[in-house]
């Protein structure tokens, strides 16, 4: 079992230095959930409310696996798509230009060639809400490579803003429909979701961690998206937008390696899960798997003592989560780091450190 008081001494001290205002902290072992600890406020301004260990929280660009490349994962198990075919055979009715010959494998790979980011959003607001995916789509195809796709790796979110479609595309539905429908109902999740704006009307306010006091609307943002460009696109893209509590998250998770140490193949083949989880080797130096990234060999956020079969990922947030898949050991690290402003980096040297403390307590050092 988890030894608690030197991993909340450590919690505390975060909190204490202004790495967050506040946090929750999640770490299962076998099956376990050996720590389930908050700290801290959900929010400081414009009052404060403490934490809960169901607060709801903007997962950010944890969106990436949790969300679309779990969508991804399924339809590859369906048949409807395959890792290695053209977003030509996909997205049959739009013309792609230089984009139709990128894979699904490719852009989950974030080696597609295309950049990490663009400020579409504030173009995008000029637009009918209705009518921006497909704004968005025509200005993604006319975007430029910036390097031959399969020859450098630049982690981005327009290649994951074109998994969202091929998504919609391959299963005939929003990615929301789908993954309410076929993942996360099913799973048993209570509170994660895809953001709308009719979503947090269920929830009380308070339930959700605070973001940024946002320079761009004028306001702190509690229960909606921070991310610009999803807000512009209604709440979500394949890149950020996703909401969810640390147990929700855990749950996905137990799926998934239930499905990886293959324990059970209602949701998904075995085989599938390995795939999604194995680096991939198409760019030497790269760590990323499909939709999951994997320990860096220096600095790695996951700290010193995560063994090379791990996969995680970070939001920008503040949240993270890394699974040791030899262990059996996860740990979900959800914070409202960016609350009350996104010029607050202390928990990039935080987190490993946390990291560290964990796999110290454990005896995996």
Known sequence: MLRKDPVNDLLRVGLEE???????LLVALDRDVVFLEKVGNASLNPC?????????????????P????????????????????SLTEIIKA?????????????LLNH????DDWRPYYLDLVKYGPE???????????????????????????????????????????????????????PFGLERTFLYSESIPGSFQGEVFAATEDCPWRKRVLQGEVHDENAYALGGYSGHAGLFGTAEDVYRIVRV???HYRGDREDFFRQETVREFF?????????TWALGWDTPSERESSSGEYFSDTSVGHLGFTGTSIWIDLERDLTVIFLTNRIHPTRNNDRIRNFRPKLHNKIMEVLGFT
């Open 48 to 64: 404060s409310v403490p934490m809960r260990r169901k607060t709801i929280f903007d997962l950010a660009s944890l969106t990436k």
């Open 66 to 85: 949790l969300a679309t490349s779990l969508a991804c994962m399924k339809l590859v198990d369906e048949g409807r798509i395959s890792l290695d075919q």
């Open 111 to 114: 080696c597609g060639g295309l």
């Open 278 to 286: 194995t680096r991939q080797a198409i760019v030497g130096e790269s």
């Open 256 to 258: 998934l390696l239930e």
């Open 131 to 185: 009518e921006r995916k497909r704004i968005l789509r025509a200005w993604l195809v006319d975007e430029p490579l910036v390097y031959q796709p399969g020859e450098a790796c630049i982690y981005s979110d327009l290649g994951f803003m074109f998994l969202e479609w091929l998504v919609e595309e391959a299963s005939g539905v929003s990615m929301d429909q789908f993954l309410k429908d076929r993942l996360y109902q």
């Open 94 to 106: 739009s013309s792609l230009g230089d984009k139709g010959s990128l894979t699904p494998r490719l």
């Open 18 to 24: 202004g790495v967050y205002p506040g946090a929750v």
